[in-house]
């Protein structure tokens, strides 16, 4: 069965500081991956995907098979960054698989 | 155009009480999908309709649990006889096909039993 971890619930970082944050996910075939955000009183929504290479709102995110890992990163955070992040998956042509999230919090 | 909109936004309701939660998802999308989000338990999986027939129940956390989805369109998730574990706030999301990268969610519902 496909997995999803994000091994921290909150982090914490200063305006300006580097972000990462962890996704690892267990899939023994070719997975896509996604990044989804939830800002303060707003709705879930896709932040990026693997397949699209691209940079969003200063966040990259790179899949590494050989690790099974697909962290997001920023290398200068913002306080407008605060906000849930889930880390998802799709194997096939299956409904998403999200992990448990991790609260990022930006302090001024 | 409209986004996916659920209803009610918030629901309090007595243990042992019967609720539904309504979602209408994008014109012309045919896959629908139910989560629940509690802390601590991140995005669960419920079930997903594509088209009017639902091929993966099996994120249903008990028989309480059931939801129909009529005329490719409105879904409705019931639970029956409502326990405080019960208490998450329910999002619906929904794309124009199972398979596409994006899932585009709604509000949610935040239901609270007591």
């Known amino acids: 069965a496909q997995r999803v971890t994000q091994p921290e619930k909150l982090l914490s970082v200063f305006k300006g500081a580097p972000v990462e944050l962890k996704c690892n996910y267990s899939?023994?075939?070719?997975?896509?991956l996604f990044w989804y955000v939830q800002y303060s009183r707003q709705r879930l929504q896709l932040l990026l995907r693997?397949?699209s290479r691209e940079s969003i709102k200063g966040f990259t995110a790179d899949l590494n098979k050989g690790e099974t890992s697909f962290h997001l990163k920023k290398p200068f955070a913002q306080e407008e960054d605060s906000a849930m992040y889930y880390c998802?998956?799709?194997?096939?042509?299956?409904?998403?698989?999200f992990g448990k999230g991790t609260r990022l919090s930006v302090i001024a | 155009g409209a986004g996916v909109s659920q209803s009610p936004s918030n629901k309090v309701t007595e243990k042992g009480k019967d609720v539904e939660l309504r979602c209408d998802p994008i014109?012309?999308?045919?896959?629908l999908y139910w989560y629940r989000q509690s802390l601590g338990q991140g995005l669960e999986f419920l079930i997903y309709f594509q088209g009017n027939s639902a091929p993966d129940k099996s994120g249903l956390p008990s028989d309480r649990f059931s939801a129909e989805r009529t005329g490719g369109s409105v879904s409705t998730l019931t639970i029956q006889r409502t326990q405080q574990e019960d208490s998450a706030v329910y999002l619906c999301?929904?794309?124009?096909?199972?398979?596409?990268?994006?899932?585009?969610f709604g509000p949610g519902t935040r239901l609270t039993v007591l």
């Open positions: 999301a929904s794309s124009p096909r199972t398979g596409d990268n994006e899932q585009f």
């Open positions: 998802a998956l799709r194997a096939g042509n299956t409904p998403l698989v």
């Open positions: 693997h397949i």
């Open positions: 899939y023994s075939g070719s997975p896509e």
């Open positions: 014109s012309g999308h045919t896959a």
